[in-house]
């Protein structure tokens, strides 16, 4: 009789058991949704697949006449859609107007995206993009790593002009102005370009990876702009981009700067290596700039 007595105690104390553990588990359940539902709002608030935003900045500087430039980073093309998107593009750089166009780099995104796109195929896009204003040209770390010499034949063949690691003159509003390219310093290609002592302070320098700005002389050397860091392409609020692929001091990682003189460093377009952007200022875009001239007082 005291086995039969003590067996429902025990069989009691297990039904108490399995019931607030039945609630504690619905209790769980409902808070793991909650949160989980949370997190994709959270998530996608700060995903970015609208069209490319314009972004401008104004600078000021003293030996450059007035001019608008436009400067496109990081395409990363790895699918048909992406060379679609140049048409928007092409309507919002005819309604800017610019003096000159700057395409900072890394042009190849996904590589079986080339089995049937060529290089050329490619170049000839940006050329449609770009025409009829004046466009000079830096490769990125994924085109020498994809094929150097294919990016550099094509865009030898075009109207773009690639200023690897040199100096070339243009004239813009009456005024002569120098446009020098380095080479990316994230992939090796970077080499010491002095710039001409005939070009003075109306220099542009143009490359890809922001550290190859300063590995001349520690600081910018004239009005400068690069590209690569995609401005941390996720990034999050208070503590930005956990990772960001630059040596360049974190100031440099995206959007204005002056180290002596004014840099940009173009938050780009594309993605590279997670197909998403996400978080404060990592939008897919282009910049304007909107150089005025200083008069001496």
Not at 40 to 48: D, P, V
Not at 73 to 93: C, N, P, V, W, Y
Not at 136 to 145: E, F
Request: glycine content about 8%.
């Amino acid at each position: 009789m005291s086995y039969y007595i003590e067996s429902q105690k025990i069989e009691r104390q297990i039904i108490r058991i399995a019931k607030r553990e039945h609630g504690l588990n619905l209790t769980h359940s409902r808070l793991l949704i909650f949160l989980t539902a949370l997190l994709a709002i959270f998530i996608s608030l700060g995903l970015h697949s609208r069209s490319p935003v314009v972004r401008e900045w104004l600078v000021a500087h003293e030996s450059q006449p007035d001019m608008k430039i436009a400067v496109f980073a990081d395409f990363h093309f790895s699918t048909q859609s992406d060379l679609e998107q140049l048409g928007q593009l092409k309507r919002q750089i005819i309604r800017e107007q610019p003096d000159i166009v700057l395409l900072a780099g890394d042009f190849i995104g996904a590589q079986s995206f080339y089995e049937n796109t060529s290089r050329g195929t490619i170049v000839r896009a940006l050329e449609a993009l770009t025409h009829p204003f004046q466009t000079y040209a830096v490769l990125g770390n994924h085109d020498d790593w994809d094929s150097r010499d294919q990016w550099i034949s094509a865009f030898n063949d075009s109207k773009i002009q690639l200023v690897e690691n040199s100096v070339l003159q243009t004239l813009i509003n009456n005024k002569t102005i120098c446009i020098r390219g380095l080479g990316d310093f994230y992939s090796s290609a970077w080499k010491d370009t002095p710039i001409p002592v005939n070009c003075g302070g109306s220099t542009i320098t143009l490359t890809h990876d922001p550290q190859g700005l300063l590995e001349s002389k520690g600081t910018l050397e004239s009005f400068s702009v690069a590209g690569h860091t995609h401005c941390g392409q996720i990034a999050f609020p208070l503590i930005g981009a956990p990772v960001v692929p630059t040596t360049a001091p974190r100031d440099m990682h995206c959007g204005q700067y002056k180290k002596r003189y004014t840099g940009i460093t173009s938050g780009g377009l594309g993605t590279s290596i997670i197909p998403l952007r996400w978080g404060p200022n990592t939008e897919p875009g282009w910049e304007i700039i909107q150089i005025k001239h200083l008069k001496q007082p």
